[in-house]
């Protein structure tokens, strides 16, 4: 017991808003970095879809003679159904191909032509992707 008759045990209030200043300290510099993280994997998966969707333009093209034009077609190559967060467009069909996508959430358009190969566009993801191969 203290000289002043209180007991000695437990935390005074500013131990524990030193405590709480801290932990907020920490998450405002931890946050940004899972954010990052985050929009990181959706590109990731952007591009992944993109890359199957390529094969699939690739199985479509032996069996047609030509890329295809649209989505369903390359769906009937055996592209799976995308996520609802992913976009596919279709740009360009027949001699040669233009697909870009997108992850909603994520930070840009990707895009695979036959020129040029899988890239990254400086549109960012919340924009349309265009009508034109970038």
């Given at each position: 017991?203290?000289?002043?008759?209180?007991?000695?045990?437990?935390?005074?209030?500013?131990?524990?808003?030193?405590?709480?200043?801290?932990?907020?300290?920490l998450v405002?510099?931890?946050?940004?970095?899972?954010?990052?993280?985050?929009?990181?994997?959706?590109?990731?998966?952007?591009?992944?879809?993109?890359?199957?969707?390529?094969?699939?333009?690739?199985?479509?093209?032996?069996?047609?003679?030509?890329?295809?034009?649209?989505?369903?077609?390359?769906?009937?190559?055996?592209?799976?159904?995308?996520?609802?967060?992913?976009?596919?467009?279709?740009?360009?069909?027949?001699?040669?191909?233009?697909?870009?996508?997108?992850?909603?959430?994520?930070?840009?358009?990707?895009?695979?032509?036959?020129?040029?190969?899988?890239?990254?566009?400086?549109?960012?993801?919340?924009?349309?992707?265009?009508?034109?191969?970038?």
């Amino acid at each position: 017991m203290a000289p002043w008759g209180r007991p000695l045990s437990g935390f005074t209030l500013i131990e524990v808003l030193v405590v709480l200043t801290v932990l907020g300290v920490l998450v405002a510099l931890a946050l940004p970095s899972f954010l990052g993280a985050r929009r990181r994997a959706y590109d990731a998966a952007a591009i992944a879809y993109l890359r199957q969707a390529v094969a699939a333009d690739e199985v479509y093209a032996s069996e047609h003679g030509g890329y295809a034009t649209n989505r369903r077609a390359l769906m009937g190559a055996g592209l799976r159904a995308p996520l609802p967060q992913l976009d596919l467009v279709v740009l360009e069909g027949g001699e040669r191909y233009c697909l870009m996508a997108r992850h909603r959430w994520g930070s840009r358009w990707y895009a695979a032509s036959s020129g040029k190969g899988l890239y990254a566009t400086s549109r960012p993801a919340r924009s349309a992707p265009g009508t034109a191969c970038p």
